[in-house]
């Protein structure tokens, strides 16, 4: 199947620092990358839909000045939480999808941990 | 608002039981509905999906059921065993696996030597 990658698997940084998360497609090109963030023992809560090319789709409620997303090529979208607050500390995924046609389905990385102090 | 709804929260199963977690949605414009198995601190992978125009899909020792009417699919786990103990989603989406997957809070399943 196809591989998504996550870089750093985990983070630790101090309050009101930067820290920038990368998600790669491996085998095949990603026109759409979605941006998920999930709090322990909670479901995946979509943050952005981010799209080659174009500037991200946020979802209600989410920062898009707190939590910026890149998608410059169609391999990878970085995600770089600014001025990162303990409250940010959570597992962040990202799932990317291959061009249409090519299979239904969104495939998801190994998330990264996020842990601000 | 929560659009799939998924119970229950924790299950926890004798080897070789069947493992049956629930879910139900509230937008009948879904038609798409995924299963995803998560292990600790990793993404979650695709287990098996199913779109209203079936009301089983079978592969291997997991079968979905969807009841169209009732709105509702569950995942069934045959022959549980350790190695299938994780959090499962069940989710749904508009047209694909493509679009935007609203999840289910997630069901914690232990199987039990």
């Known amino acids: 199947g196809a591989v998504v990658s996550q870089h750093p698997s985990r983070v630790i940084c101090k309050s009101g620092t930067s820290v920038k998360i990368e998600c790669r497609s491996l085998d095949f090109q990603a026109t759409t990358m979605f941006w998920y963030r999930q709090f322990p023992k909670q479901s995946l809560m979509l943050m952005a839909t981010s799209n080659e090319g174009s500037k991200a789709t946020y979802e209600q409620g989410v920062e898009k000045d707190k939590f910026l997303i890149n998608h410059a090529s169609l391999t990878l979208s970085t995600l770089t939480v600014t001025s990162a607050h303990p409250e940010d500390s959570s597992f962040y995924i990202c799932?990317?999808?291959?061009?249409?046609?090519?299979?239904?389905?969104?495939?998801f990385g190994p998330g990264t941990r996020l842990t601000v102090l | 608002q929560q659009q799939v709804k998924q119970s229950p929260q924790s299950l926890i199963v004798q080897k070789g039981g069947i493992s049956i977690i629930n879910c139900a949605y509230e937008n009948t414009a879904f038609d798409y509905f995924p299963w995803y198995q998560q292990f600790p601190g990793k993404g979650p992978a695709l287990l098996i999906a199913i779109r209203p125009d079936v009301s089983e899909k079978k592969e291997g020792r997991f079968t979905i059921s969807f009841n169209k009417s009732a709105k509702q699919f569950s995942l069934h786990i045959m022959d549980s065993q350790p190695g299938d103990s994780a959090t499962y989603f069940c989710a749904a989406s508009i047209g694909s696996g493509y679009s935007t997957l609203t999840f289910g809070k997630g069901t914690m399943l232990l199987v039990s030597p």
């Open positions: 799932s990317a999808r291959p061009p249409s046609g090519v299979t239904d389905t969104q495939y």
